[in-house]
């Protein structure tokens, strides 16, 4: 009688997989501590395991060394992973992190605020574009970019707003400003229960020139888009640590 063959065990699908992926060329940095906090988060590297090696985390994530050893650093400052030396030493996860400092928010929640809070930038950044911002106006746009520049760490935010703020009443739409200032709002409590990441900050400051120039050249199209980037760089942070 023939011998039935033996099945092979199926090989488990790769846990880390379904986050550690490529990210986005334009928001690198915010993108990997995102995921880099959710394998963290949903246990995908239990306490007290092993992030993979640097080399396969910059490859499955698509980003240089330096960027990833950027990212792991804010896990690092949050107390979240520890680096160990010697034979058997490599990256290692402490602890789950606390849930969004304990604000109170649900996912839901969260991604209504950042959709709504996209679309009013990213129309906002159009409709300016598109007036033709001159005199008075073109000059308050630079400078409230060119004090985002200048803050001081903890005065950071409160310029942030004010040229994000000037963008939305440049607009032409009272309405919209309103809108903005509302989210705004919101949107600063919930930046308040992050850390200051200092590359989040110059990567910001950079988008926040091209921006102004895009407005100011003018060219819609491209306003629009780098206005969705930079919406999109907060947002990763946000869902990485808040979620």
């Known amino acids: 009688m023939a011998e039935r063959a033996v099945a092979e065990p199926a090989v488990a699908a790769d846990p880390l997989g379904t986050v550690l992926r490529p990210v986005r060329g334009g ?18 590297v239990p306490v007290g395991g092993r992030l993979p090696a640097e080399r396969d985390l910059a490859g499955r994530l698509a980003i240089s060394r330096v960027t990833l ?36 928010v649900d996912a839901a929640g969260l991604e209504d605020l950042l959709r709504f809070r996209e679309v009013l930038e990213v129309g906002a950044a159009g409709l300016c574009a598109r007036a033709g911002l001159t005199g008075a106006d073109a000059e308050l ?10 803050a001081a760490i903890d005065g950071y935010r409160r310029a942030d707003t004010l040229f994000h703020l ?13 809108q903005y200032a509302a989210v ?18 110059e990567h910001s400051q950079a988008q926040h020139a091209a921006l102004t120039a895009a407005v100011l050249t ?26």
């Open 27 to 44: 928001n690198g940095f915010e993108e990997a501590v995102e995921r880099l906090l959710q394998v963290v988060r949903l246990g995908l």
């Open 69 to 104: 050893r950027e990212a792991l650093r804010v896990l690092h400052e949050q107390g979240l992973i520890e680096s160990r030396r010697g034979r058997q030493g490599g990256t290692f996860v402490r602890a789950t992190p606390p849930p969004g400092a304990g604000l109170p």
């Open 141 to 150: 746009l630079r400078a409230r970019m060119r004090d985002t520049g200048d």
């Open 166 to 178: 000037a963008l939305a009443e440049l607009s032409g739409s009272p309405s919209l400003a309103r």
């Open 184 to 201: 705004r709002a919101r949107l600063n409590e919930l930046l308040d229960g992050i850390p200051m990441l200092i590359r989040n900050i």
């Open 218 to 243: 003018p060219d819609a199209p491209r306003a629009e888009a780098l206005a969705r980037a930079h919406t999109s760089a907060t947002a990763s942070l946000l869902r990485g640590f808040l979620s």
